[in-house]
T-cell receptor, first 119, second 117 residues
Framework: DAGITQSPRHKVTETGTPVTLRCHQT?????MYWYRQDPGHGLRLIHY???????DKGEVSDGYSVSRSKTEDFLLTLESATSSQTSVYFC??????????????????FGPGTRLTVT | DAKTTQPNSMESNEEEPVHLPCNHS???????IHWYRQLPSQGPEYVIH???SNVNNRMASLAIAEDRKSSTLILHRATLRDAAVYYC??????????????????FGKGTLLTVNP
């Protein structure tokens, strides 16, 4: 267990309202990621962070913003939720695993997910 | 990003070995081959990874072709708890737009493994 939690686990909101999802980790890992998962698409990277206040875009970042003011928390914000953002959102952290070579040792561990419905 | 191709679904019987194939013909010399799986209603979990040599761990074995254009995840004795979607991923250790290394995982649709009792 890599000590990663997400909140809320379920949320229903209306179109046009702001929504913030929280990812919390307890082990001071530097890298954190936000993915969304939709039927037929697998998981797609939204944003990631490589340190406090250091973030970058993934492949589906439009309509989302993120913030990382401290190591343990990575927030995903939908400024004005739309029905197309109905999805399951997963947070992940990069942890030190086992394997050969320096960079090969970093694996991603995922949180339990947040199911967001925008009506 | 280099892509992978997997069968949409496979079936196995409990306590039998399962071989899950993955093709990655455009793999580059520095791409690591990763396997993750996702059990129903859970987030993905790491299974195994490798670069050139075959790898074994407590969960599975990874057999990598000599030319690295394909690989096979081997579950030695499938159990009902192994029923999941299995993802074969080539890990991108590139640099993002802001200059940070991203260690990205690009998920495809994976293989849905059904295990029959």
């Amino acid at each position: 267990d890599a000590g990663i939690t997400q909140s809320p686990r379920h949320k229903v909101t209306e179109t046009g309202t702001p929504v913030t999802l929280r990812c919390h980790q307890t082990e001071n890992h530097r890298y954190m990621y936000w993915y969304r998962q939709d039927p037929g698409h697998g998981l797609r990277l939204i944003h990631y962070s490589y340190g406090v206040k250091d973030t970058d875009k993934g492949e589906v970042s439009d309509g989302y913003s993120v913030s990382r003011s401290k190591t343990e928390d990575f927030l995903l914000t939908l400024e004005s939720a739309t029905s197309s953002q109905t999805s399951v959102y997963f947070c992940a952290i990069r942890v030190y695993g086992q394997g050969g070579g320096v960079t090969s040792r970093y694996e991603q561990y995922f949180g339990p997910g947040t199911r967001l419905t925008v009506t | 990003d280099a892509k992978t191709t997997q069968p949409n679904s496979m079936e196995s019987n409990e306590e039998e070995p399962v071989h899950l194939p993955c093709n990655h013909s455009t793999i580059s010399g520095t791409d690591y081959i990763h396997w993750y799986r996702q059990l129903p209603s859970q987030g993905p979990e790491y299974v195994i990874h490798g670069l050139t040599s075959n790898v074994n761990n407590r969960m599975a074995s990874l057999a990598i072709a000599e030319d690295r254009k394909s690989s096979t995840l081997i579950l030695h004795r499938a159990t009902l708890r192994d029923a999941a979607v299995y993802y074969c991923i080539l890990r991108d250790d590139g640099v993002g737009d802001s200059g940070g290394s991203n260690y990205k995982l690009t998920f495809g649709k994976g293989t849905l493994l059904t295990v029959n009792p």
